[in-house]
Each structure stands twice: as C-alpha cells, then as structure tokens.
C-alpha cells in the first residue's frame, strides 16, 4: 500500500501534462468491487473483510497509476523485452534448482500432481501454485511474438525461442493444468496474427493442430484425464449449482461458499458424502454466481466482452492473447478474489489498456493522432 501511494505521488509529479488516460472499463472494475462490499453488509459476516481490502486496493490504485504515467512507445518496447528476460531468468533458475533436487522425475506424476514438483520452481513469489505459475510465465509468448514479428524485430530468434520453449517446458514441468490447456491456444492466436501463409494453408495448419490435440488428449491415459474432471471440482460444481437455483437474482452474498459447501441438507440432497472445506469452488464464473448472482454474472461478463471488444477493434493481439488467457483461467480458478492473482491481472490489464496506442495497428492505418485516442473507443 505504502510503495503504490509513493509510486503515484511520484508519477503524478513528474507528469508535467496532468493528463490522464483514463478509460471507462475502470469503472466496470470498480463496479465489481463495490458488489463485495455490498455482499459483505448483505451477509453480515465481516470476518473477510480484510481480504476485500487487500484486493480493491489494486483496483483502484493501479488505473490510477497507469493513468497517470504516460510512456513513450521506446519505453513501452524496453518493459515488454525486459519482462521477457525476467521470465528466462526465473525459468532457468527455477529449472537449475529442480535439478539439483530432483532425482526421480515422472512425466506421468508431474501431470497428475503438479504441485509435487511445482515447490522445487519456485524461485520468486509470482510461483505460488502451477496455476498461478503458468499465468505469470506463459504472457512471455504472446509478448515474444509481437516483439519478433509486430514491431520491427525487437528480439532476435534466439530471444523468441527462450521465451516460448522455457515457459512451456516449465508449466508441463509442473503439471499446470490451466497452462497445459492455455498454451496450445496462445500459439494458435500468435501463428493466426502473424502467419504469412495463404488463407487455405493457413486454416489446415489450424485444423490439422486442434485435431491433433483431440487425438492426443483421446490417448491420454485415464487417470491423466481425471486430473481435469477430478471429483472434488465435480462435487464443488454440483454444490455451487444447487445454490445459485435457490437464489439466482441476488445470490447469497460475500464469501458465503464455505458454508454452502458444509450444509448437511444440501450435501445428501446432492448425494455428496464428503464436506468440502474449501473457501470458494475454484470457478469464477459459479462463485460470482453463487455470491452476488445473475448481477455478478452480468458484471463479469460485462468486463470480458468489453475487453474482447477493444482488442478486436483495435487488432491489440497482447490484449486478445491476455484476455483469452484469462477467461480460460476464470473457469479453473477465482482469480480476482486473491490479492496475488489480482496484481497480477491489473499490472498487465491495465499496462496493456493505457499504452494500447503505442501496441496496435488499428491508429495507425486509420491516421489517427495518440491524443485524439479516446474519440474512437
């Protein structure tokens, strides 16, 4: 908190134009934020309340940040090219460190229980779990790409190469569920962008890729499978379905999934045997659902298309690739309830979105000027 107030003070100081770069998807954001705070008098229950704090805090404080600072497109470029070099850089530590400590390695074990062999990667604190790993690593390929191949080979081969090899090779490494299924479709996004093949080879490329994915995942071995249907997240869904049925309009309020998930009733109705003690279901289409209902739903999906909508407007492929990624990872896990997970979304959301007119194609073909970037939202 203290290091953001500093970080804005200064930015505000030195921002001699005073203008900002505000832009009203902010205000969805905030929106969000504001029903948890309306869940928590609706519930009563203020035991949570310091989490809710700790994750609007950068909410709010990183639009205004980033709205303040205003980089040139230079800088931009040297950011994008510096995080790609942080993310070989955790890489090669992390997979020195699994080696000096692992000696019975299974591909089939890593797989099945990524976070048995994900603990020897964790070399900075971004590796908290392989779901939280893949994400922090895995925007190197989309960032890679469009330096390589968008604007004016800023990388070399060899820099591209690291930057899409090692993060993959981590995440499988690591068993990363949400990363084992987002990285064939980050691929996929960079090679429709950036592919320079006729439309009819390009599309059979497409097709011959998706169709080997089908093949390969149907060779998988059962137990493999199970690792992304298991019980538990069958249970929990089933749990969090029942309850949005009961009330589907303003649903039950703040951080309420933990006493859903141990009602007795509710769990022999389901046929359920085990209580889960889990604080939310690890979805965060269902959670948003089960909190604050078809409002919390609307509102989320409100965000995403608003998202989706800019960067096909304005061709933004980093955009498109972050929000793809994410919508997948929102089905896995409840990432903007987790401090963490929410600094990691907003430092990237909001970087792309205030420096979109240094990263598109879309100004420049239609001879639009950097100030006048607003009149065409």
Same mark, same amino acid.
């Given at each position: ?72 497109k ?8 510096f ?38 990667l ?5 590796t908290?779990?392989p ?15 469009y ?33 084992v299924a ?17 439309? /009819?080879?390009?599309? !059979?490329?497409?097709? *011959?890729?998706?169709?080997? =994915?089908?093949?390969? #995942? $149907? @060779? ?41 998930m ?17 604080p ?53 896990? /409840?990432?903007?309830? !987790?401090?963490?997970? *929410?600094?990691?979304?907003? =430092?990237?959301?909001? #970087? $792309? @979105?205030?420096?979109?007119?240094h990263?598109?194609?879309?100004m ?9 970037i607003?009149?065409?939202?």
């Open positions: 908190m203290l290091i953001m107030s500093v970080l804005i003070i200064v930015a505000f100081i030195f921002n001699k134009s005073r203008q900002f770069t505000w832009h009203p998807i902010f205000y969805v954001i905030a929106g969000m934020y504001f029903l948890n705070l309306i869940g928590l008098l609706f519930t009563g229950d203020f035991n949570f309340a310091h989490k809710r704090i700790d994750v609007t805090i950068p909410m709010i404080l990183f639009p205004i940040l980033f709205s303040m600072i205003q980089l040139s230079r800088n931009v470029l040297l950011l994008l090219r995080f790609l070099w942080i993310v070989i850089a955790v890489c090669v530590c992390g997979l020195l460190l699994y080696a000096t400590t692992v000696s019975d390695f299974s591909w089939k074990t890593a797989l099945l229980n990524g976070k048995q062999y994900s603990r020897f964790v070399v900075w604190p971004i908290w779990q779901s939280g790993l893949s994400i922090a690593l895995l925007m190197a390929l989309p960032v890679s790409f330096l390589r191949y968008h604007d004016g080979r800023q990388i070399t081969l060899v820099e591209m190469l690291l930057a899409i090899l090692l993060p993959i090779f981590v995440t499988l490494l690591a068993g990363a569920r949400i990363g987002v990285v064939p479709v980050l691929l996929g996004l960079g090679y429709l962008f950036y592919c320079k093949f006729r439309p /009819i080879i390009k599309w !059979s490329v497409v097709a *011959v890729g998706v169709l080997g =994915l089908c093949v390969t #995942f $149907l @060779l998988l071995s059962t137990d493999i499978k199970n690792r992304y249907t298991d019980q538990t997240r069958t249970s929990l869904r089933n749990i969090a379905i029942s309850s949005i049925k009961e009330k589907p309009v303003l649903g039950w309020g703040t951080w309420t999934q933990r006493d859903l141990a009602c007795e009733e509710r769990l022999q109705n389901l046929g359920i045997e085990a209580r889960w003690d889990q939310h279901f690890h979805n965060l289409y269902l959670d948003m659902m089960v909190q604050f209902g078809i409002i919390g739903i609307v509102v989320l999906l409100g965000l995403i298309f608003w998202i989706f909508r800019i960067a096909i407007r304005e061709k933004h492929f980093l955009l498109l690739s972050f929000a793809t990624m994410y919508v997948m990872t929102f089905y896995f896990e /409840i990432v903007l309830y !987790s401090p963490r997970w *929410v600094v990691a979304f907003m =430092l990237w959301f909001c #970087f $792309l @979105l205030v420096n979109r007119k990263l598109v194609e879309y420049n073909k239609q001879g639009i000027k950097p100030g006048n607003n009149e065409k939202q």
